[in-house]
């Protein structure tokens, strides 16, 4: 098994720099809670929400808009649509409440909202939760990139006692599936793994290793968020111990080691300090949003970005705008829905311009 030493964190580091450079980047998003609504119940959630007061819980379409309008004025480049795992299963007031609004299906809403994401300049990054293949391929051509955390591969944490214990979705062969079929059908994706929830290292490992051979099938992992448990107010895991900033570089140190350079490794700005991180091998910040709060850790705003800039430029990085989706995607044929290369391309555009005072900011 791999050991996390200095030497671990010194390779990492030497694969990021020379794949990356002294590039940081992050993603302008506004973050979209299309539906708190799930049939699951991980034990560190503080997104989901009981199906009491069904539209207090799900965006309607008028407070998609008024969001997605602010995101634009914010320069934002990505809409991030996230929801409960499959909704609609034993819920028949949030079916009634999308029919109201004239949408047989959530991922028949997704899709609108997805649309008036592209109208706007927005490009669209779904993480839904399990989906069919069927519904994959709906979503596949208004996306430009889609999410799945795996979080772990861990049977054990699906156990009695254990965070995955009262969701299904979480099993780690379902959400194997899911990875595989969006790698078949060529999707970028995003997964990842949530560290500190009750894992051994030894299933740290086995996570980044199980990304690292769906990747190497398919080419179609773009980064992978090495996420830290955080102990949410109110969730069952409000007194569980969050993980040491040791344990977080080991496993981003580790990510980076066992995954082709070409694969982004994140950690979320909001969840750990940068310093650590950085030293152990990131290269990406994930998603920031100027316009709306982290709705999975209400309890961690998002830094400000003047002060992020100016703190990894210190580290010696510099921080940089990106799309939500990597470019050898956008310039590899097969991948990249045709349709949707105009908006990316004019995406760009925007954001160069846009986020062009972040360069003066940062390390040479
Ligand atoms: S973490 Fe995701 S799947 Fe688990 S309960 Fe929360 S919303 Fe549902």
């Known amino acids: 098994m791999t050991r996390f030493s200095p030497a671990s964190a010194r390779s990492a580091r030497a694969?990021?720099?020379?794949?990356?450079?002294s590039r940081l980047s992050f993603s302008p998003k506004v973050f979209l809670p299309v539906t708190r609504l799930c049939r699951n119940r991980c034990s560190y959630c503080s997104f989901r929400r009981d199906p009491t007061g069904l539209d207090q819980h799900t965006m309607s379409p008028a407070q998609v808009v008024e969001a997605l309008d602010a995101a634009v004025m914010a320069g934002c480049t990505e809409a991030l649509l996230c929801l409960g795992d499959t909704p609609e299963t034993g819920l028949p007031g949030y079916r009634a409440l999308l029919e109201s609004w004239g949408y047989a299906s959530t991922v028949g809403y997704l899709e609108a909202i997805a649309h008036m994401a592209l109208e706007r300049g927005l490009l669209p990054h779904t993480n839904a939760g399990i989906l069919s293949e069927a519904q994959l391929r709906r979503l596949r051509a208004c996306n430009v990139s889609m999410g799945l955390m795996l979080e772990s591969t861990s049977e054990r944490l699906c156990g009695p006692g254990g965070p995955h214990a009262r969701a299904r979705d979480k099993r780690p062969a379902v959400r194997l599936a899911m990875l595989e079929t969006a790698g078949r059908l060529r999707i970028p994706m995003t997964t990842g793994l949530l560290v500190g929830m009750g894992e051994t290292a030894a299933e740290r490992q086995d996570t980044i290793e199980a990304i690292a051979r769906l990747h190497a099938r398919h080419g179609h992992i773009q980064e992978v968020i090495v996420q830290p448990f955080r102990a949410g107010a109110g969730t069952p895991m409000a007194g569980a111990p969050e993980p040491e900033d040791a344990v977080i570089s080991e496993a981003i140190s580790l990510a980076r080691t066992t995954l082709?350079?070409?694969?982004s490794v994140q950690t979320p700005p909001n969840l750990g300090r940068l310093a650590p991180a950085w030293g152990a091998g990131i290269n990406d910040l994930g998603g920031i949003s100027p316009v709306t709060p982290d709705f999975i850790n209400p309890g961690h705003p998002w830094p400000e970005l003047v002060a992020l800039a100016d703190e990894a430029a210190t580290l010696g990085a510099r921080l940089e705008a990106r799309l939500p989706v990597y470019a050898r995607f956008v310039e590899t044929p097969g991948?990249?829905?045709?349709?949707?290369?105009?908006?990316?391309?004019?995406?760009?555009?925007?954001?160069?311009?846009?986020?062009a005072w972040l360069g003066a900011r940062g390390a040479a």
């Open 260 to 263: 082709p350079v070409e694969v």
């Open 335 to 355: 991948w990249l829905d045709p349709a949707l290369r105009p908006v990316v391309e004019a995406a760009a555009v925007q954001q160069r311009e846009r986020w």
């Open 15 to 21: 694969l990021r720099d020379g794949a990356w450079g």
